[in-house]
């Protein structure tokens, strides 16, 4: 899976990515801090730092073309997503919040048939797999889109028939025109929450959210878990990450 450069003609220099990112992770680290609860409370303040930094940009450096992106269309819901600790604890509280029992026991098992099939997948054989994402709801909706990852925020197509053809038959393709401003800076505050949790002590490591959320489903102290330095979410880590990142496996 290739894709073009995303930074072109912006005012948002790398340098100011990083800043952006560095200014998260001092706001949110105090909260991760703070437990479970805390940590959850960091993802959402970042979707929202995201959603405002995002808005202020199609204002201030407006797409080369209307956004094509719209509720029902969900063909790139089969990509592999990653996401950081509390964006799943989030997710998972919100199922457990919104769906009856029966529901989220289906719901459940279809995360695991979808984990089954994916988990470890590179980026590339994710795209060839043609997994959809267990959270669609059926319409072509994402049923947590409230609390949907920075990931998939961040993505906003220019072109429906192009985002068709690429996940069609993906291998060799360039990945399909996008507003590259947005997703540098969700992608921007996204590394800014996983700072955030290094610097409060815990594992900010990208998970695979498929295998990860499988993980808070069936762990109900996940949370917990996680807050007290525990490798609940090891097995989920994204090796590609940890490979282009010079992470270890063991490390933390
Ligand atoms: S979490 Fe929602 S938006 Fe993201 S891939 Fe799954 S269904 Fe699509």
């Known amino acids: 899976m290739r894709s073009l450069p995303l930074v072109g003609r912006t005012k948002w220099t790398p340098e100011m990515l990083v800043a952006v990112a560095e200014g998260e992770s001092r706001a949110l680290s105090p909260l991760v801090q703070r437990g479970p609860e805390g940590a959850m409370e960091a993802a959402a303040m970042a979707s929202a730092r995201a959603e405002a930094l995002v808005t202020g940009a199609l204002e201030s450096e407006p797409p080369e073309t209307d956004i094509a992106c719209a509720k029902g269309c969900s063909v790139c819901c089969q990509a592999k997503v990653l996401a950081v600790a509390p ?58 889109h409230p609390v949907r990852p920075l990931v998939c925020r961040s993505w906003t197509s220019y072109d429906a028939a192009e985002c068709a053809r690429y996940w069609g038959a993906p291998a060799g393709r360039l990945t399909p025109p996008q507003y590259a401003v947005g997703y540098e800076l969700s992608q921007a505050v996204l590394a800014g929450l996983g700072k955030a949790c290094f610097d409060a002590g815990r594992d900010g490591t990208p998970l695979e959210l498929i295998a990860a959320l499988r993980i808070a489903l069936e762990r109900p102290t996940a949370g917990e878990r996680w807050h007290k330095r525990l490798p609940v979410f090891q097995t989920a880590r994204d090796a590609e990450w940890m490979e282009a990142s010079g992470v270890s496996r063991r490390g933390a």
Do not use: M, Q
């Open 87 to 144: 964006e799943v604890l989030r997710i998972a509280a919100y199922l457990r919040e919104t769906l009856p029992e029966e529901a989220r026991a289906a719901l459940l098992e279809r995360v695991r048939a979808a984990d089954e099939t994916t988990r470890g997948l590179s980026r590339a054989d994710r795209a060839e797999a043609h997994v959809p994402c267990p959270l669609l709801d059926g319409e072509g909706g994402c049923s947590v």
